[in-house]
Structures are given as C-alpha cells and as structure tokens.
C-alpha cells in the first residue's frame, strides 16, 4: 500500500516540477497566435476552453488503454508502478508535450508532417503510413469490439446481432469524423473523460478505505508465464506509461488551444492524468483477486482483462460500479475509435493539401477511410494486430527523437527527449527480436542487440544535428 501511495504522490508531485521543467526548455510564448485563432475554419481550428481539451486530450488518449495494458502488466508484479511512474513523467509526459506543441508550432499539422520536417521527407512517407495504418486497425478494433459485447448482453431479435451494432457504430464514426470538433466531441467528450477518471477515483479509494493488500515495489518478475520483464512490460503498459497513438491525437486538441500556456495542463497533464489512472488499476488488479498475481492469471485466462475491469468494478463499487465498467468497456473504445478516424482524415489532407473546412473534402477522405475500417471486420486480421504493441511503442520513438532534433535545432536542452528516446530505441528493437511475431531470439542475442541500436541511434541522432544549421535561440 505504501508503495501504491507514494507513486501517486510522485506522479502529482512530478507535474508540478518536471512538468514545469519540460515547459521550460521547450520555451513556450504566451504572446504567440496559436493555430486555433490564426486559422479557425470552424471544423476543425476551434479555439475552446482549456479545462475542455483537457477531458477531450485525456479520452482521446485513454479510452480503455491504461485499464487494460495495467491489467495485463500488472501480471509482471509491482515493478509495474516503476515503469508507469517514471515512464510517464520522463517519457510519455516529454513525448505528448512536445508532440502537442510542435503541432502548434506549425501551424497544427498532423504529427507525420511534423516528424518530415525534422526527419526528412523519407522518414515523413514512413510516418505516414505508419500513422495510418496504425489509426485504421485502432478504429477498425474499437468498432468490432464494442459490437462484439453490445451484441451478447442478452439482448434479442436485431439486438444480438453483432451485423447491426456495427453499422449502428459506424454512422456514429461517420458523424463524429465529418462534424466541426465543438459539434460531437467537444459535447460528449468531457462527460466519458470525466467518468473515466472518476471511475478510477473510486476504484482506487476504495483500495485505501479497505486496506487492499497491494504489494510493495520489487523487482522480482511475478509474470505466471515467465514472459520476460525486459522488454515484454514496456511494451505492455504502453497507454500509462508512453504510446505513440497519443501523438497522432495531440494534433487534435493543438488545433484548439487558445493560448501555449495551456500546453502542460493538456499535453503534460492529460498523460499525467492516464498514468495515475493506469497505476490504480495496476494496484486494484494485483490486490483484488484471492492468490493475488496468481488468482489475477486465472481470470485473464477466462475472460481477458475485460472480465478483470468487471469484477474489480463490480465487487468495489457495487452496482455504481457495473455502469462504469459497462462505461468504460463500450463506451470509451468507440470514443477513441472515432478520435482515430478523424486523424486519420486529417493526416490524408495534409498529404494531400486538402482543406478540410469544405465538407466535400471531409467526405472525399471519411468514406473511403471508414469503408476499409467496416471492410477489416471481415477479414481475420489477428495477426497483424499482433504487431500493434510494438508499432505503437516503435512510433512513440520515432516522435521522441523528433522532438530532440527540434529542441536541438531551436537551441534548447535536447536531453529531455533524447534520453527516452534512446531508452525506448532499445525497447522497440529487444522486443521486435525476441517476441513471439518478432524473429523470436533469445535474450542472449535479443538484449545485446537492443542495447547497440540504442548506442547507434544515440550516435546517428548526435551525427544528424551536429550537420544542421547552428541552433538559434529564435523558435519556429
């Protein structure tokens, strides 16, 4: 319990002062035009209130990513509040930042055309695939998904048919993805982001109010499969601790804020704000169960870490809890499915320098976009969605060491980025190595070949900048 406690401490301790610290050196301008004033359309630049966005960025980013990824991390024992404490203030917190704010800084462009800049053109066309398939198979899961449960609630008729809730998604998706922002998610976001932290509020209150045997820190690996620790938890719990889906959602929300002294609470915060929700359920997961990590393995193994989130909710918080779990396990994967469709819209217009405040161009892009994402609900794509993790994490990289170049190039302390940046190079690449859909190599081969991606990236990216123009204090 102590150690529960005293990382939820950090983690509201670790905004307050390297928060302010990652402010810093980025240098924010409180006197700058942002892209919500300089180029409202109405549609997508939409200035808003800040607390807004904040329970906008945290949906958007959430959903039901630090619920499930603490779930199953939370099979590798209490080390995994080590990784979503420090992973979030010195690696997702750094990584949303100055994702969100190099977003603002050009004009609130969509973060492949970001990483062009700073990366090349070749690393742009990379990216751009990338972000597109990753966003269409997160859409494509989180209409399927919800479809799958809503159908076997016991419902009849058209009701228990899966066929229908899909569509029934869907037309929603289609809504969401073509509506000004203010329209849709600006109205309903707030409420879900809210419940979700309250949900999470509850369930860790409880967990102190009943004296929850949550274990203390440790390093020992509990994983009842003996999956190995390095890198299997990082690539885990990646939503609480650092994932690159939240780059592809920061350019959302920088094409609202009115002001850059907003961009800690939303960018900074909101990660702050996943982590401390993934470490309450990384707790409640350990403690809830008989036989802890043990009688948590039996029940993943029944019904998932969705079975998990149900029974910890219902026997913490009652029949109150039952609505949330319901809550979060339809409600919250369809709000971040439609997130992910309309960044998919948005990166297709910067490629195609299509303005999006014409709605024939919204749907010249939404149609084709949601055809392929009802398209895959035919199609067993299991396997590649096997690579998610490891492409989520891999893209988180590529944006870490975006921003070192662009702390670099505009003379500020670029250590804050390039020092997660090389951590998760050897994460990505151990992993890819030595996972079961990797190359599937031992640790022998797997841990030292990590290591030395790491070094040759470090060294490529010192290489890199030292062949750019001399930094300048004056910020793009």
């Not at 603490?70 to 590798?76: H, K, N, R, W």
């Not at 070949?449 to 470090?458: E, K, M, P, R």
Request: glycine share 10%; aromatic share 12%.
């Amino acid at each position: 319990m102590v150690s529960f406690i005293a990382s939820l401490a950090i983690l509201i301790i670790g905004y307050f002062t390297y928060g302010v610290v990652v402010e810093r050196i980025f240098g924010i301008d409180t006197k700058r035009t942002t892209p919500a004033v300089a180029l409202e359309d109405g549609v997508d630049y939409v200035p808003m209130k800040w607390n807004k966005i904040f329970l906008i960025q945290f949906l958007n980013i959430a959903g039901l990513g630090p619920i499930f990824g603490a779930v199953m991390g939370a099979l590798f024992g209490p080390a995994a509040f080590l990784w979503i404490v420090f992973g979030t203030l010195f690696a997702g917190g750094v990584h949303d930042f100055l994702s969100g704010m190099m977003s603002m800084r050009h004009d609130g462009k969509s973060i492949p055309e970001i990483v062009g800049i700073y990366l090349g053109d070749k690393m742009r066309m990379v990216m751009r695939g990338f972000s597109i398939i990753l966003l269409i198979l997160v859409g494509t899961v989180f209409m399927a998904g919800p479809a799958g449960l809503l159908a076997n609630l016991g419902f009849s008729g058209i009701f228990a048919n899966k066929f229908f809730w899909v569509v029934l998604i869907l037309i929603y998706y289609f809504i969401a993805t073509i509506l000004p922002v203010d329209k849709v998610i600006a109205r309903i976001y707030p409420l879900f982001g809210a419940a979700l932290l309250i949900m999470a509020v509850g369930v860790g209150g409880m967990l102190i109010i009943t004296g929850a045997p949550i274990p203390e820190i440790s390093l020992t690996n509990m994983h009842p499969a003996s999956l190995s620790m390095w890198p299997m938890l990082f690539i885990t719990i990646a939503c609480g601790a650092i994932s690159g889906f939240h780059a592809t959602q920061s350019p959302l929300m920088a094409r609202c804020l009115e002001n850059e002294s907003y961009g800690r609470k939303i960018f900074y915060g909101a990660m702050v704000s996943e982590g401390a929700v993934a470490l309450v359920w990384a707790a409640a997961a350990m403690a809830f169960f008989p036989n802890g990590i043990l009688g948590l393995s039996e029940v993943v193994n029944q019904g998932g870490a969705g079975l998990v989130v149900n029974q910890i909710s219902l026997g913490l918080l009652g029949p109150v809890g039952g609505v949330l779990a319901m809550l979060g396990v339809i409600a919250c994967p369809i709000t971040s499915g439609d997130t992910a469709f309309r960044s998919t819209r948005l990166i297709l217009g910067d490629i195609f320098n299509m303005s999006q405040d014409s709605i024939k161009n919204r749907l010249f892009l939404a149609i084709p976009i949601l055809g392929i994402g009802f398209g895959l609900n035919y199609i067993d794509f299991s396997i590649i969605w096997r690579y998610f993790a490891w492409s989520n994490q891999t893209l988180a990289t590529i944006v870490l060491w975006t921003g070192a170049v662009y702390l670099y190039r505009n003379g500020r302390i670029h250590w804050m980025a390039t020092i997660p940046a090389t951590f998760m190079t050897a994460v990505v690449t151990t992993y890819i190595f030595q996972a079961p859909e990797g190359l599937r190599l031992s640790t022998s081969i797997s841990y030292p070949v990590g290591i030395a991606a790491a070094a040759a990236a470090f060294i490529a990216f010192m290489l890199f900048v030292r062949k750019q123009e001399t930094p300048a204090l004056s910020r793009s």
